[in-house]
């Protein structure tokens, strides 16, 4: 059984659309976050939800808008997508945050271009 | 905030040692990770080791860590061509938000 998985693992748009990913957790954990990956393989965390509350938020743009409707689900909402959107976004989750054991499991990934 | 620098490439020969490299700035990270990343995947946690300690040995996997110097490496031993990927070093935040903070990542190949 996939322990995060994430829909769609591919998404191509038009620039100016609105397009949502959705995330889904099985291991029963209180926190979850998005990460955003671009071409160069640089990883930075987008944001993160712990029993469905928003904890971190960095700087980014309002056009993306997490959505936690449970504590196994943490969907991202992006409005008028822009080229620079395009990159590959990653779901995690961790059973307890701040714990020492506290591991961050990772989806496989959502490729988001943006023509 | 925390800056994780890795060398991006690094190219072996099968049956060899391979060293991954990481350096950080944020002394005060209580908890380092090494993840791999194979091609069209996410991210698998491989090791941790908690900045109390110098060394971690997991099987093939090795993890020094060098406070002084803020560096810490990861070693494999026998490196087989599937250990052919991506490595991440990430570090935890430690103030509240408790994020980890990426290297760029060190692509490994393994030449047979």
């Known amino acids: 059984d996939t322990a995060v998985s994430q829909t769609p693992k591919y998404l191509v748009t038009q620039m100016g659309n609105d397009k949502s990913i959705k995330c889904e957790q099985n291991?029963?954990?209180?926190?979850m976050y998005w990460y955003k990956q671009d071409s160069k393989k640089f990883l930075k965390i987008m944001f993160s939800y712990n029993n469905k509350e928003l904890i971190i938020n960095e700087t980014v743009p309002n056009r993306f808008s997490p959505k936690s409707p449970d504590k196994a689900h943490l969907n991202l909402h992006i409005n008028s997508l822009e080229l620079g959107d395009s990159a590959v976004y990653f779901c995690a989750s961790s059973q307890v945050l701040g714990q020492p054991t506290d591991t961050q499991y990772f989806g496989p990934g959502t490729r988001l271009t943006v023509l | 905030g925390e800056d994780v620098e890795q060398s991006l490439f690094l190219s072996v020969r099968e049956g060899d040692s391979s060293v991954i490299n990481c350096t950080y700035t944020?002394?005060?990270?209580?908890?380092l990770y090494w993840y791999k990343q194979e091609p069209g995947a996410g991210l698998q946690l491989l090791t941790y080791i908690f900045s109390n300690m110098d060394m971690k040995q997991d099987q093939r996997l090795t993890v020094l860590l060098n406070k002084k110097d803020k560096h810490l490496s990861l070693r494999i031993a026998d490196t087989q061509t599937g250990d052919s990927a991506i490595y991440f070093c990430?570090?935890?935040?430690?103030?509240?938000?408790?994020?980890?903070?990426f290297g760029s990542g060190t692509r490994l190949l393994v030449r047979p």
């Open positions: 944020d002394s005060s990270s209580t908890y």
């Open positions: 990430a570090l935890r935040e430690t103030d509240s938000s408790y994020k980890l903070i």
């Open positions: 291991l029963g954990h209180d926190t």
